[in-house]
């Protein structure tokens, strides 16, 4: 019966493991998200310096996380990285590294292309009123770039969010697994319970990265208006 | 009424503000500016005019930085500006610059664009830049637009916005690099008219445009260009009527139905 069924959510500590499960995910998301914004805009500037080798540089690093899978970086990181350095570090700040180096390249790629998107002579103005280089960037510039790369940044975000998912591969219990657990420990009793789980857990996704969608298009209106 | 910040000048003395001397610009290969000589005085009114893509906004450009020269030195408050070690951050903000596009900031208010660059450059005190930017603001016309954004204004009113930005830095020169070109003809006249009043209480201008009319009311020397070289200095009256180079000559003409 159904009514059974959704009961599995309810037993036991199964609810506060599910939220439990929800902030490693959300904390994985929110650090890097923060962090590849931060250091995104920094790459963005550099991305777009003169010197061909910056650039070179820049675009090799993109390149190795669009080209190599990130379950494979978690991999490498995770057991790679630390067996070879000797070093102890928990699954989860691996995954926080992973993520943020990923989302830096990306964040990078998005800053650079609205930064290049600006008109020539936003710069030449800016010149013309003896701004340096730096206050060409921060007055008007990344103020311009920022509002341009809004709908990609908050889709990148809403990635992540997504992809934090694998983390469970390299032992991180996120709210994936949590669901996971619950389900093979209440097969029996509930056949239906990974139906009710799973379900619970794509609902939960969805109350992270719908509000990331909404804030994005409220600031759209709001810069447009 | 007064422009606040631009001192009444005597033309009369003579006094050598700026000073080209043989310079060369080129792009690559191509020489776009030979041999460029021409001393500005204080106060003095300087329309230079010459065919499209002849470099007159190059050597605009030149002036304050914005393009690098190859040869020739320019010498501005007798200081040369052609060393490796020139502050252009402090040079241009005793040249103020207007460009054809009207290039107002798009994501700041209109007195926000105005005063950015006396706060944050020349870090002046708050308080007197805003009244400075109200006042000059008021003498355009624009008092009552000061809380705008640039894209609710037509072009005319950018463009004067684009000229008190510029002022609002207390320039020693003003540079106007075509400013009303793109502007639909019932707009041009809006501008020209801030653009005189200007000349009229003694800023020192270097000016480019197409607008005959306004150049032999404004100048007080022609500069004509032709071909990346100066053929023709002169007064307006005797370059209007009496052309001395046959390009000259030639360049007026077309200008005749």
Redesign the interface.
């Known amino acids: 019966m159904q009514s059974l069924g959704i009961s599995v959510l309810f037993k036991g500590m199964n609810m506060q493991r599910l939220f439990e499960g929800l902030m490693v995910t959300v904390r994985i998301a929110f650090i890097s998200i923060v962090v590849s914004s931060l250091l995104g805009i920094v790459l963005g500037v550099i991305w777009t310096s003169k010197s061909k080798w910056l650039r070179l540089v820049c675009r090799v690093y993109l390149e190795m996380f669009r080209i190599i899978p990130i379950l494979v970086w978690l991999f490498v990181m995770y057991f790679g990285v630390t067996t070879a350095l000797n070093i102890d570090i928990s699954g989860e700040l691996v995954s926080i590294i992973v993520f943020s180096l990923w989302g830096t390249a990306e964040m990078g790629d998005i800053v650079r292309g609205a930064l290049e998107s600006l008109p020539k002579h936003q710069i030449d103005s800016g010149k013309a009123i003896g701004l340096s280089p730096w206050g060409l960037y921060r007055y008007i510039l990344i103020p311009q770039a920022v509002k341009r790369m809004l709908p990609a940044a908050i889709n990148l975000a809403t990635r992540m969010v997504k992809t934090t998912s694998l983390v469970v591969l390299i032992g991180v219990i996120d709210v994936t697994k949590v669901g996971q657990q619950i389900i093979e420990r209440s097969r029996i009793e509930v056949p239906t319970a990974s139906f009710w789980v799973y379900g619970f857990v794509f609902i939960l996704y969805f109350i992270i990265c719908y509000p990331l969608s909404s804030i994005s298009k409220r600031l759209e209106n709001k810069w447009n208006g | 009424m007064e422009w606040i910040g631009v001192s009444i000048v005597n033309k009369k003395n003579n006094e050598v503000l700026l000073e080209i001397k043989g310079l060369h610009k080129k792009y690559g290969e191509t020489t776009v500016l030979e041999d460029i000589n021409l001393s500005i005085c204080k106060g003095e009114v300087i329309v230079i005019l010459g065919p499209s893509g002849c470099g007159k906004s190059t050597l605009l ?1 030149c002036l ?3 393009e690098k020269i190859q040869r020739g030195d320019i010498i501005f408050r007798n200081k040369s500006l052609v060393n490796d070690d020139v502050d ?3 040079i ?2 005793h040249i ?2 207007v ?1 054809q ?1 009207y ?5 700041m208010t209109v007195i926000e664009n105005i005063i ?2 006396p706060i ?3 870090k002046r005190n708050g308080k007197e830049v805003m009244e400075q930017a109200m006042q000059l603001l008021d003498r355009v016309g624009l008092l009552d637009r000061k809380d705008s954004y640039p894209r609710q204004l037509s072009g005319g009113q950018k463009q004067r916005v684009a000229i008190v ?2 002022l609002c ?1 207390n320039p020693e020169i003003m540079l106007f690099d075509e400013v009303t070109a793109s502007l639909d003809p019932e707009m041009v006249r809006e501008v020209l008219d801030v653009m005189q009043g200007l000349a009229k209480q003694g800023m020192t201008m270097v000016v480019v445009t197409h607008e005959m009319s306004f150049a032999r009311a404004v100048a007080d020397r022609i500069v004509f260009i032709d071909k990346g070289r100066i053929c023709e200095i002169a007064e307006p009256h005797e370059f209007f009527t009496n052309p001395k180079t046959e390009r000259a000559q030639h360049f007026l003409n077309k200008f005749q139905y």
């Not at chain 2, 290039?103 to 994501?107: A, D, I, W």
């Open positions: 450009r304050n930085g914005l252009w951050q402090e241009r903000q103020g610059m460009f596009n290039e107002l900031f798009p994501h950015l660059g944050k450059v020349q930005r510029a830095m």
